[in-house]
């Protein structure tokens, strides 16, 4: 075992961080009296300015690199600022939630380890141990706004069973009816591949979907989407508005280069869509830009900007969208026709192919024989059974399978097109 790291996961002088005079200046407020009242100075930035007409539900997502700075030590400094931003938007009455990366690199930066390792044990024993350190600092600097904090650690099979979905999002509304932020992550520590969402882009965009947001604020290394790679690219335009993303937008994305995280300028745009079609505004931005948070929430334009859906989905739609499908169904043109142009359920007449292990009430992905996706739906039938229904007739399929959970395998009613 390596020999742990003698960096503290709180700055060598924390105990000046406590004292009542940092309180004041990490706020921008004026100091005072100990348990006295203070007010907002005149010196505070943008954030403090921002015309509060209705609360506002924000997820916050914040990645390995913008937490590091590129860096293997978690950018401490930079986490401070970025707390510093969210307080008085929390004061004012908005509804924060932070999605945090960075397990992994606090475990690696505790324990000592030169490089990342290979294997999947080394890293979920790595984000077992760094998830405590993580989440011991966000609650030690949001305490210093006297701001309570509470841990939720998801995996897809919390997004893809409808009743821990109904589970996560109740726990969470809860935390925002209270005041509290959720700080929230995957559990890296014990999801395997199957369950695992993959990135906290995606799992952002799950959780404002949970959470019936009204803003996603992605968070990166980067001022945004631009037209090329402006790593390698000088002519590289920063994109300011998206209305719809498409193929081309896709083509402009890359991936994480950061080493210590999973996400990428793709994984970005597919959170952007997941969240967009839930009617959910999306910003991609550089975290590492002041006052970053409050001129997003002011209007300014920072970043790139992805506008939600002007007739978002209804709230079971949303969730048909939102879990990562666990299968594919491969359909007929006759089927697919019936879906498209009718509004019809999925009959497993229609079935050519079946591919995953997955359970009934499920949700799964559509396709056509050409491989485009169709659509995402709740299967009322697992893999087995429908590999031994596919292409017949709904009145066998008590007879194949010795029972029937109806003669659909997904309700029209349980099915979103994509």
């Known amino acids: 075992m390596r020999s742990k790291s003698s960096h503290s996961i709180l700055p060598p002088d924390f105990p000046f961080l406590l004292s009542h005079s940092f309180r004041a200046m990490l706020a921008g407020i004026a100091p005072g009296p100990v348990g006295g009242r203070q007010t907002l100075s005149q010196s505070t930035s943008l954030t403090a300015d921002i015309v509060m007409n209705s609360s506002q539900t924000l997820v916050i997502k914040l990645g390995t690199s913008v937490l590091t700075g590129g860096s293997r030590r978690l950018n401490r400094a930079h986490i401070v600022e970025l707390v510093r931003q969210c307080a008085p938007l929390h004061a004012a009455g908005h509804r924060i939630i932070i999605v945090t990366s960075g397990a992994i690199a606090a475990g690696r930066e505790y324990l000592n380890y030169p490089e990342l390792p290979a294997t999947i044990a080394s890293k979920q024993l790595l984000a077992a141990v760094g998830q405590s350190r ?26 893809e069973d409808r009743e821990r979905f109904l589970n996560a999002r109740d726990t969470l509304r809860a935390l925002l009816d209270n005041g509290i932020v959720p700080v929230i992550n995957e559990n890296d520590a014990v999801a395997t591949a199957e369950i695992k969402v993959g990135d906290n882009d995606n799992l952002s965009a799950l959780v404002a979907i949970l959470a019936d947001a009204d803003k996603l604020l992605l968070l990166t290394d980067q001022p945004g ?31 994480s280069v950061s080493g210590l995280g999973t996400g990428g300028m793709a994984t970005k745009l597919q959170a952007a869509e997941v969240a967009n079609r839930a009617g959910i505004e999306v910003v991609i931005a550089a975290g590492g830009k002041p006052g970053v948070i409050g001129d997003m929430m002011a209007g300014a334009s920072v970043g790139t900007r992805f506008h939600g859906q002007k007739m978002p989905l209804e709230s079971r739609k949303r ?100």
């Open 225 to 255: 989407l631009f037209s090329a790679d402006p790593r390698t690219n000088p002519d590289a335009e920063l994109i300011r508005e998206v209305e719809g993303i498409n193929d081309a937008l896709r083509k402009m994305a890359g991936g």
């Open 319 to 418: 969730w048909l969208f939102g879990p990562p499908p666990a299968g594919d169904i491969t359909v007929d043109d006759g089927a697919l026709k019936a879906i498209l142009q009718r509004g019809s359920s999925l009959l497993p007449k229609g079935i050519l192919a079946v591919e995953g292990d997955f359970s009934r009430g499920i949700v799964v992905r559509i396709r056509s024989t050409d491989g485009r996706d169709i659509a995402h739906g709740v299967s009322r039938y697992n893999s087995d059974a429908l590999r031994m229904i596919a292409g017949h007739h709904s009145q066998d399929i008590s007879d194949i399978l010795g029972y029937e959970y109806g003669p659909v395998v997904i309700h029209r009613d349980d099915m979103i097109l994509c």
């Open 134 to 159: 993580l989440i011991q600092f966000w609650e030690q600097l949001f305490s210093l706004y006297n701001i309570h904090i509470g841990q939720m650690l998801l995996t897809r099979a919390d997004m």
